[in-house]
């Protein structure tokens, strides 16, 4: 099992940045794919970016393409995920999550959650 508790939300002027991370308990890190999910007020819940188990591959939503990355230090148990370009409609509380073998963009696949951070961006 694995916790998961996520830092670095806050709020931001549109066009600014932050970088979210998640720290995860436990020594089988480096084993779960881990993902970055979205929810804003009176929306469901969606992807924003996955990356494998080791990094070298990730996958991202197309409303963030391009102005998101997610990240991995596996020595220090931790995803992050760096945001630039921010926008309005990125306002949402941010959540990570740990997949027991891979990437995934499917929310049902993933077994752990954090309780997720605040992010809110002004225009």
């Known amino acids: 099992q694995v916790q998961l508790v996520e830092s670095g939300g806050g709020l931001v002027q549109a066009g600014g940045s932050l970088r979210l991370s998640c720290a995860a308990s436990?020594?089988?890190?480096?084993?779960?794919?881990m993902g970055w999910f979205r929810q804003a007020p009176g929306k469901e819940r969606e992807f924003v970016a996955t990356?494998?188990?080791?990094?070298?591959?990730?996958y991202y939503a197309d409303s963030v393409k391009g102005r998101f990355t997610i990240s991995r230090d596996n020595a220090k148990n931790t995803v992050y995920l760096q945001m630039n370009s921010l926008k309005p409609e990125d306002t949402a509380v941010y959540y990570c999550?740990?997949?027991?073998?891979?990437?995934?963009?499917?929310?049902?696949?993933?077994?752990?959650w954090g309780q997720g951070t605040q992010v809110t961006v002004s225009s």
């Open positions: 990356i494998t188990r080791t990094g070298p591959t990730t």
């Open positions: 999550a740990a997949h027991l073998w891979g990437a995934s963009m499917n929310e049902k696949q993933y077994a752990y």
């Open positions: 436990g020594r089988t890190f480096s084993t779960y794919g």
